[in-house]
């Protein structure tokens, strides 16, 4: 288990035995009295404790997959954000029409591409075929940088179609 999955599982057991205990001791004052509250505040409170006591490998399993999905997201995302920042910067290597694009938008479109790739949390084979591609781009061969460019679709394709 985490570290941060056993305080969250540890807050939240706190809080539904406070809970639990808090509406034990309304009703036992209600039924009879702050004695019987205070008894019965007691065995429900105790009770969730020992609930949240037993449960806590489940709650871990629980905790370490949303940790691992979220993750898993943050890596499938960036690296569809690496994957357009080359297709732009491709597109502002090799324009459409002669002049559709400035030295200065061309250099945007780079600097952006290579923040991206740079980025903590790419996986591995996506950071190396966005390498690759860069690199290709910066040589400016069309053939090379489009063979490249396919390389990395399919990274990022192997990355995030594994669900």
Do not use: K
């Amino acid at each position: 288990m985490t570290h941060d999955a056993a305080r969250a599982h540890i807050r939240n057991t706190t809080l539904i035995s406070v809970a639990t205990g808090a509406a034990g001791a309304a009703v036992g004052v209600a039924a009879g009295g702050w004695h019987y509250g205070l008894a019965v505040a007691a065995t429900t409170g105790g009770g969730a404790l020992l609930g949240g006591y037993m449960a806590r490998n489940r709650s871990a399993q629980v905790f370490t997959a949303v940790e691992c999905a979220t993750a898993l997201g943050y890596a499938d995302g960036l690296a569809h954000g690496v994957l357009a920042a080359v297709s732009n910067y491709e597109a502002a290597v090799f324009p459409v029409s002669p002049g559709g694009v400035t030295e200065d938008e061309r250099a945007g479109r780079r600097a952006v591409a290579y923040r991206l790739a740079a980025a903590d949390g790419l996986p591995g084979p996506v950071r190396m075929a966005t390498a690759d591609a860069l690199a290709a781009l910066d040589e400016g061969s069309e053939l090379t940088s489009a063979a490249a460019v396919r390389r990395l679709f399919a990274a990022v394709h192997r990355q995030t179609s594994r669900r």
